[in-house]
């Protein structure tokens, strides 16, 4: 098994120099990630944070073959340079195994891009699907996307004297990912780049397409210290916000059980987004998002003890 | 009269959408519009109406669609990749003859581009952009203050003519601050549910059918010449054009939107070195104010069209000239915005020497 140091030995194919923010976490995971490929690697990047702030012109923070595109289509053009790489593989022209990686954000991926990954899903392609899921439209400005989780405050739902910000509970994208019957889908975060690397292993190990749904902490619009990222994502497990487990070809398998599980208040503390929660009148929504996390982590927990396949 | 208050485009266009009566907005975040959606999203619950953000570009447009269906006044925008990926629920809506208000805060393309101001989407506003023949009005505003005031003249035109509405601002027009002054709030308690809205049969006799489909090529036919007849009523009533210091000009030029605003000033300084030129600024670009450069052509030695773009409104100024005049552009492109100064230049090296 590769500890911490050997993964962070590893040539990075995200060069030093990008313009992420200041305790972003999603270079650690594109490193982790593309370093469990024991083969090239090709990226298709969705329009986002990291697309954004990898290639200002005229330069280019990556190391590997890289392609850019629309907002909605990293898995279709992924699933073209799969196809493309099948057809040439087959006439002789490529001889090397490749890895084919499409990386997107939750706006990519959750809303505007779920019918194109559905898409590639369903027909079979073998590409690994990475969301860096740091719940919003976080390079645009914070609005609210289909992973936002209840309560926030983002600039399209803004929390006020009437309004607690977000009133839905994100979509469970690694459910949906697996409902395809894919090989392999799971969920992990930023702070954990043994488990990040180990799961892209097996994900770039399936004979079909794998998914893989990391939760990244935004220091600019979860609004916390710059040093806290891994704390938050750290916190975000401990509370049982964020699980980290995986579905292996059906079958729920959680990775992390805490011994004692946190308050959620805990993962709430300190990010601007949530300061209005903590204020009298809003203490009930608080009651009622540890609700919403007690109940999935004890439905996750049946999903895995009954071992039958999703 | 209300008082002047300094607001950013984004955010004036969305508060003169409000004055205007829209009920609802639907959008999807792209710089450089998000103001427009985030500004939409605080007022709109205030005064009881609507904000609905999209998981699409695609899904925003049908909901205005699905909304316009029933009479309400809504009202959409996006950027140009966002627009672009409306432009089937464009298409889809002419053929409807539902209104609505749809604004295009252009950025620089194609493709992803970047998000600084451009002209680029000229074509695809005013030449459909969308499958089918069909046309939107397309409005195109130099200042927040006339910005401002077209929006409520977009959805009286949206309404009379059934049609869609598209106001092109640049992303210098969306993110700069001015004072405007918002002349006119409509009462919108006195809104009636026009006759062709389908919100239920009721009393009526026929059910209402709003549909862009007809599988009998003749009755495709019909509903085609129904839509040109309505887009030559409106190239006869509803251009919109200013003129310029074009009285005494020797020489026009032609521009829309941020390159009409700095022609402006090249004009004036033009003639503080004792060239006589004017500006032909079409605030309509569709219906395009044809007439107005013809009725010019004899009076001025050349036009020179200047846009942010590599040249899309030239070729409409060309066929309203049809030849009888010299026509010459100068166009900036990828977000670059040219000063006074710069225009000035290069409209000066098609003087021939005459004002050295």
């Not at chain 1, 009651?287 to 109940?295: A, G």
């Not at chain 2, 006044?73 to 464009?90: H, T």
């Not at chain 2, 004036?268 to 500006?279: D, F, H, P, T, Y």
């Amino acid at each position: 098994m590769a500890t911490y140091q050997d993964i962070v030995s590893k040539p990075t194919p995200l060069a030093p120099g990008h313009r992420m923010c200041a305790g972003c976490g999603i270079p650690a995971i594109v490193n982790s990630i593309i370093a469990a490929s024991d083969k090239p690697v090709i990226v298709a990047n969705a329009t986002g944070c990291l697309e954004v702030t990898s290639t200002i012109y005229p330069f280019s923070a990556w190391n590997v073959p890289w392609v850019h595109l629309t907002f909605e289509n990293a898995a279709a053009v992924a699933a073209g340079i799969e196809t493309a790489y099948k057809a040439l593989k087959k006439r002789g022209k490529i001889k090397d195994d490749v890895n084919i990686i499409a990386f997107g954000g939750d706006g990519g991926t959750y809303d505007i891009g779920i019918q194109a990954l559905s898409g590639a899903l369903e027909r079979g392609h073998r590409f690994l699907y990475v969301v860096y899921d740091n719940e919003g439209y976080m390079n645009t400005g914070n609005q609210r996307s289909g992973a936002t989780p209840f309560g926030a405050d983002t600039t399209t739902v803004p929390a006020g004297t009437k309004s607690i910000g977000k009133t839905q509970w994100r979509k469970n994208i690694v459910e949906i990912s697996a409902a395809h019957r894919i090989p392999y889908a799971a969920q992990a975060a930023a702070h954990n780049v043994v488990d990040i690397y180990n799961k892209a292993k097996k994900a770039l190990s399936a004979d079909g397409p794998s998914f893989l749904a990391v939760l990244q902490p935004c220091t600019t619009n979860w609004k916390y210290d710059t040093a806290l990222t891994m704390k938050y994502s750290k916190l975000a497990v401990e509370t049982n916000f964020w699980p980290l487990y995986e579905i292996e070809n059906g079958k729920v398998h959680i990775n992390y059980k805490p011994k004692e599980r946190k308050p959620i208040e805990e993962f709430l503390k300190g990010q601007g987004r949530y300061r209005h929660l903590f204020k009298p009148e809003n203490r009930y929504a608080i009651e009622e998002f540890q609700s919403l996390v007690d109940e999935e982590w004890e439905r996750l927990l049946k999903l895995e003890e009954s071992g039958a396949k999703l | 009269m209300g008082e002047k208050i300094l607001m950013k485009g984004a955010e004036a266009i969305a508060e003169a959408a409000i004055k205007a009566g829209a009920m609802a907005f639907f959008g999807y975040p792209i710089t450089p519009q998000n103001e427009t959606p985030e500004y939409f999203s605080r007022r709109m619950p205030e005064v009881g109406r609507i904000f609905l953000q999209a998981e699409s570009e695609v899904a925003a447009i049908n909901m205005i669609y699905g909304a316009a269906c029933t009479g309400t006044r809504v009202f959409a925008s996006s950027s140009s990749p966002g627009i672009s990926l409306m432009q089937e629920g464009f298409s889809y809506i002419a053929n409807s003859n539902v209104p609505c208000v749809v604004a295009n805060v252009m950025r620089g393309g194609p493709g992803l581009g970047d998000i600084a101001p451009a002209q680029g989407d000229y074509f695809q506003a005013t030449k459909g952009g969308g499958h089918g023949d069909y046309h939107t009005i397309v409005i195109a505003p130099h200042t927040l203050q006339e910005e401002v005031d077209l929006v409520l003249k977009a959805f009286d035109l949206a309404e009379k003519y059934r049609i869609m509405v598209v106001l092109i601002v640049d992303g210098l027009l969306g993110q700069m601050m001015e004072p405007v002054e918002f002349k006119e709030t409509v009462d919108v308690t006195k809104f009636k549910v026009p006759e062709w809205a389908t919100v239920g049969q009721g009393d009526r006799e026929d059910r209402i059918i709003i549909t862009s489909l007809d599988l009998a090529p003749e009755g495709l036919e019909k509903m085609n010449l129904h839509l040109q007849e309505k887009y030559r009523k409106i190239e006869e009533q509803e251009v919109m054009v200013e003129e310029y210091r074009m009285d005494d000009a020797e020489y026009a030029i032609t521009a829309f939107g941020t390159m009409a605003r700095i022609s402006k000033t090249t004009i004036e300084l033009a003639r503080s070195e004792g060239i006589k030129v004017g500006l032909i600024r079409p605030i309509t670009v569709w219906p395009f104010p044809s007439k107005t450069i013809e009725n010019r052509a004899n009076q001025v030695k050349f036009f020179f069209d200047t846009e942010l773009n590599a040249g899309q409104m030239i070729e409409d100024v060309k066929l309203a000239l049809n030849g009888a005049r010299p026509v010459y552009f100068y166009g900036k492109m990828g977000g670059i915005v040219p000063s006074a100064e710069e225009v000035l230049e290069e409209f000066k090296k098609h003087l021939g020497g005459q004002h050295e």
